[in-house]
């Protein structure tokens, strides 16, 4: 199998564990985000947005529960084994429907994975066949889509204040919404952020800087599940890096496995 | 038939479009023209929607926590430590619509739409009796090199709802 085969499974996988994991941390708050909805409705949603909406439009508007359910035994399925088109194109839009009527409950993290699931309706993996120009689409938007978002983050950051004078991070850790503040903040780390959120999208593309800056992601990310709180949105971008994964690592993996390696891409 | 390198640059120019649309709708709006802004909100808003703008280009200085109130002198948060994550996300996001990440007026009045959220939060405790009281209690920096000196403040809630 192909590195990029290898990756590209990783990341349907990984996707499809974050949704489970998602939806069995919603389930019991169920009455509030879909039940009988806290979030107030969505004005009026045009045809694309109604589609996506999806109760009420599509779907009965009592039928989130179940809904919620029949996504569950999807992202089982993902999680383990290729599923056919048809059900990643089910989840995507079971996906957009929950998350629409709870829509207070969105972050980034939310709004990442809708567009990771909208894209994995495309993502093949067949081993038999080469990648024909069209096939590599959505993995490129989806590697591409992880760059921009380092890249926006880190602009608007720029465009502030207190990101570039080094006092962003102890405002942050004494918000009492999202400390205790348990790190030494400093004005380095707030420049160390802002640096490796700007300079995430060059790095990547070589070997080297690669490994480096994806390793520093993972710290930052579980940094900011476990300090912040954000913990959804971290594994959001963290599945993401799995497209993002050195070749010399899938071959050890591979090697590992005792999966046959037939070539390198990307 | 059209060869695989032609159909090859017709996708890097497709991928290059989506991406370069995605970063005219979320970069800073003075960055963007008007008009390529417009473009972008409707070509990502149905279906690519996303925001990149948490903590930045600042992060807020005030913290906003909804209260209801049981009694004269007493009030609990609309969501506690004891609800389920998003449940907690919903009432700060309630917060923060309602404008609590910057100082607040004497007096917060909040429309219809959320004056139904924040009462479907505490439906338990009759949060759906329109006598039931709110307040919002803020805690905003004044001085950014002293952001652990945050100075609490009581804000009371009108509806505007008759």
Known sequence: MKALDIRVMWFQRALHLWLLVWLLSALPAAEWLWEHPVSPELGDPGIVSGLLHGFGVWMPSGAAVPVAIALLLFAVIGAFKSRPWWIGALTWLFFCALTDRAWLANNGGTWLMRNALFWSIFLRVDPSKEHGPLSLVPIQVLRLQLLLAYAITGLQKLHGTTWTDGTALGIIASDPTYGPSLLPVTPGLCWAVLLFQLTFPLAVWWGPTRIVWLAAGVVFHLGTAFWLGIVDMAFAFLVFYLLWFPEEGVAWMMRSLRITSTANTT | ?162
Not at chain 2, 78 to 96: C, E, N
């Open chain 2, 1 to 162: 038939m059209r060869s695989r390198s032609g159909r090859k640059w017709y996708v890097v120019f497709a991928v290059a479009m989506h991406i370069a649309m995605l970063a005219a709708y979320t970069a800073p709006e003075e960055w963007v023209p008007a008009r390529v802004r417009l473009w972008s909100q409707a070509y990502v808003r149905p279906v690519f929607h996303q925001t990149w703008g948490l903590f930045a280009p600042d992060p807020p200085l005030c913290s906003c926590e909804l209260r209801v109130l049981l009694g004269p002198s007493v009030s609990r948060p609309l969501a506690g430590s004891h609800d389920p994550f998003l449940v907690r996300r919903m009432a700060l996001q309630m917060g923060h619509y309602l404008g609590g990440t910057r100082p607040l007026p004497d007096t917060l009045v909040v429309d219809e739409r959320m004056e139904g959220a924040m009462r479907g939060l505490v439906r338990d405790t009759g949060g759906t009796e329109l006598g039931l009281g709110f307040q919002a209690v803020q805690y905003c920096v004044d001085d950014v090199a002293r952001p652990e000196h945050r100075p609490g403040r009581i804000v009371p809630i009108r509806f505007r709802s008759p």
